[in-house]
């Protein structure tokens, strides 16, 4: 008898055959009514294959020179192109976005139009740049609703007292030495058709600007969020960025009516306007945030209504002649202050401006930016100058302030630098600037390249002033004095948060029934210098969630300790060398793990470098999608000065039938990581001596938790790897 999926199949192919003669008796009866001069006629019918592509190949070359076609070739190259220079800054130890704004330069017409002409001019065509334009503009629409709900005016309200007089010394001082300098460069590299007020407060405003968000992300980087220091500068930066982007919206103000005093219409109804924001809008927002703070009862209706209210808030600024980016800004100020509500918020806006928009902004200023223009001595002189009154201004006046109100020279040095990073920000004002026709090429040139100074310097001076206050030997002397009390420091670095309540469970019956104290430190770190800092709390409480309700459970004293790294192996190794730990236990990573999802990834991951790289041995980490799935072993073992531990995970639950593993005497010392974890779980332990016995993966399979030096699992994993095919949880341990 016929079965259900034989049957299924001929059905098919009877309505494929059946349907498709009808549609070919159509297509042939149309034909016949097919008027003289229709596109067909016209085209012609390809006699042949050849004229066939021929035919093709035109209607392909019309669809890449087509607007659309160019545009989105264009968005193409963009972001692969700030997505290689981020790249490239970042293994530099740079944020990201200097690496972008160089990549806007590199695609303008400074390098790839002077190199490449005929390449630059078919990628940017002068008739396409207007697209590229319209759609930056609204990423930075998106990009400073977002920078405003990352402003928490609460936390700006608390450290006010302590902030006002660093945040508006550092916005003051630079701008009066903006403006100082305006006047004398004003005849000679002004446009004459520019009132110099325009121009000066354009140049003031250009000096005095902090990027708040690469500041804030160079603060998590360096593990400073929750220190003095770190909510310090974090609430200057908010509170001069506030005071700054007012400052904006008036000198545009001014800027657009010519004078101070045909300003002041614009400038009271811009006072208006924000005092309807702050005191009708927000409270309504305040209540909205108080009932809506989840995914599951934010829906799209919700979404479309804040969006309504970004748009036309953006526009309101727009007619009064304040720029659409502070209404943007303002609608991002007033959203309610409900954490919550705003990370949700934040998810749907920011992903889509960083990724997409903003490096088409990056590449809009690039094509302005032609450092051809600077072609004499005087003109690179007077980028220099522009560069050094930009540094002495901010650097200067957010040092002295901060000094005077009492914090240490090392506290001060870095508020300097970290106030003097202007980024992205920067470039937003030196764009309007430049729009308005208030700044000319030439100072827009200078000024770029004045803000990618000031950025770059920010991490070199950072660690200069870091090198300058060591603390290293003081690190090493109290690991010594730690050691000599009876306390054993033991680093747990773990990445998933399930992970996190195992290796606890590990390190609790590696260390606990030892002779000293144990002081056990968990450290997770997040990955990526484009971390928001309105995420982070959100990631340190759902990641240290298990392994705290763990300690809880057995009755330990643990500290949690949350980072934000670009490195995270060196960065470990770093903590662990600085701080004096006695023991660093890490997990091992994707690579050894056995659950489905990962014995998946490493299947595909093989199978994928199998077949298109090994015949031309190009390494793994050439496809490798970042540091997930490579094996970090042989880096936490080699570069850190303490023993290292790194485990794999094979449903470990209780290490009470334990086999260690000795190649050579060197691995004796295996012996007594044994006796101290017996006295915890009161099991038994096998010695397996390699030159004695053949290891087999029955052998192994009879235990549930194995030790083995790094040596002797190196030797095993190269030469005798089927051996571990039924290995049990394992722990890798070096001297």
């Known amino acids: 008898m016929m079965g259900k999926r034989t049957r299924g199949i001929i059905f098919y192919l009877m309505i494929i055959l059946f349907f498709g003669s009808l549609m070919y008796f159509i297509a042939k009866e149309g034909e016949s009514h097919q008027v003289e001069g229709s596109i067909a006629a016209l085209e012609g019918s390809p006699n042949d294959l050849g004229e066939g592509f021929a ?15 160019i545009l989105l070739l264009q968005i193409i190259t963009i972001l692969l192109t700030c997505r290689l220079f981020g790249w490239l800054f970042q293994k530099i130890g740079q944020p990201t976005v200097i690496g972008e704004i160089v990549a806007g330069i590199f695609l303008g017409p400074s390098i790839l139009g002077n190199l490449f002409p005929e390449v630059s001019s078919f990628l940017f065509p002068v008739e396409s740049l207007g697209n590229i334009t319209i759609l930056s503009q609204f990423g930075l629409i998106l990009f400073m609703f977002a920078i405003g709900m990352e402003l928490n005016l609460g936390e700006v309200k608390k450290k006010l007292k302590e902030t006002i007089l660093i945040s508006h010394t ?15 460069v004003y005849d000679k590299y002004a446009d004459k058709s520019t009132p ?30 929750k220190t003095h220091l770190g909510t310090i500068s974090l609430a200057s930066a908010a509170n001069g960025d506030i005071t700054a982007w007012c400052l904006l919206a008036v000198v545009i103000a001014i800027a657009q009516a010519g004078t101070m005093l045909s300003a002041v219409y614009n400038i009271l109804f811009s006072i208006l306007y924000i005092a309807f924001m702050f005191l009708a809008v927000r409270p309504f927002l305040r209540m909205i945030g108080h009932v809506y703070h989840n995914k599951e009862v934010i829906d799209k209706g919700l979404v479309a209504a804040i969006f309504l209210l970004l748009i036309s808030s953006s526009y309101l600024t727009e007619i009064l002649g304040l720029h659409a980016l502070f209404g943007a800004f303002i609608a991002g100020v007033v959203m309610p202050e409900n954490i919550k509500f705003r990370k949700i918020m934040t998810e749907k806006v920011e992903d889509v401006s960083l990724a997409l928009f903003l490096p088409l902004f990056f590449v809009s200023t690039g094509l302005r930016t032609e450092i051809g223009l600077l072609n004499k001595p005087e003109l690179w002189w007077m980028c220099f100058i522009f560069i050094a009154v930009a540094i002495i201004g901010k650097f200067g006046g957010a040092f002295f302030s901060a000094k005077f109100v009492g914090e240490s020279w090392k506290d001060s040095l870095y508020i300097g630098a970290l106030m003097n990073t202007r980024g992205l920000m920067e470039l937003v004002v030196l764009t309007i600037g430049y729009e308005m026709g208030i700044l000319g090429p030439a100072v827009f040139v200078m000024l770029v390249l004045m803000t990618l100074v000031t950025t770059f310097m920010t991490t070199p001076l950072i660690a200069l002033i870091n090198f300058c206050f060591q603390t290293h030997d003081k690190f090493k002397e109290q690991r010594r004095k730690l050691s000599s009390d009876g306390i054993f420091k033991v680093l747990l670095s773990f990445g998933r948060a399930g992970n996190g309540q195992i290796m606890l469970d590990v390190a609790h019956q590696m260390f606990s029934g030892g002779k000293n104290k144990l002081e056990l430190t968990a450290l997770h770190l997040t990955v990526g210098s484009d971390v928001n800092p309105l995420h982070t709390d959100n990631f340190e409480e759902v990641s240290f969630g298990p392994i705290l309700y763990g300690a809880k459970k057995l009755g330990m004293q643990i500290q949690t300790r949350y980072e934000v790294s670009n490195n995270a192996s060196a960065d470990i190794c770093a903590i662990v060398n600085n701080e004096g730990f006695d023991f660093l236990l ?15 990834a490493n299947r595909y991951k093989t199978s994928f470098y199998n077949r298109f790289f090994r015949r031309i041995k190009a390494p793994e980490s050439w496809f490798s999608p970042g ?32 086999i260690v593993i000795i190649g050579s005497e060197e691995d004796l010392f295996l012996e007594n990581y044994a006796r101290t974890l017996l006295k915890t779980t009161h099991g038994s332990s096998t010695t397996f001596h390699l030159d004695k016995e053949e290891l087999t993966p029955q052998l192994l399979s009879g235990y549930n938790f194995m030790l083995i030096s790094y040596k002797t699992w190196n030797d095993i ?19």
């Open 55 to 69: 035919l093709f190949r035109r209607l392909v070359q019309e669809n890449i020179e087509s607007s659309l076609g």
């Open 170 to 184: 550092s916005t003051i001082v630079p701008f009066f030495f903006g403006m100082l300098t305006a006047y004398f």
């Open 196 to 225: 110099f007020l325009s121009f000066a407060l354009f140049v003031g405003i250009a000096m005095s600007i902090t990027a708040f968000p690469v500041l804030a992300r160079i603060i998590q980087e360096r593990g400073l969020t």
């Open 586 to 600: 890490v997990g091992s990573g994707i690579s050894m793990s056995d659950t489905p999802d990962d014995i998946a």
């Open 627 to 658: 540091s997930l799935l490579k094996d970090k072993t042989k880096q936490f073992i080699e570069q850190s000065d303490c023993p290292v531990g790194v485990f794999v995970n094979r449903n470990f639950v209780k290490a009470s039938n334990v």
């Open 717 to 735: 994993s190269e030469h005798r790897k089927a051996a571990l095919q039924k290995m049990p949880s394992t722990l890798i341990l070096s001297k």
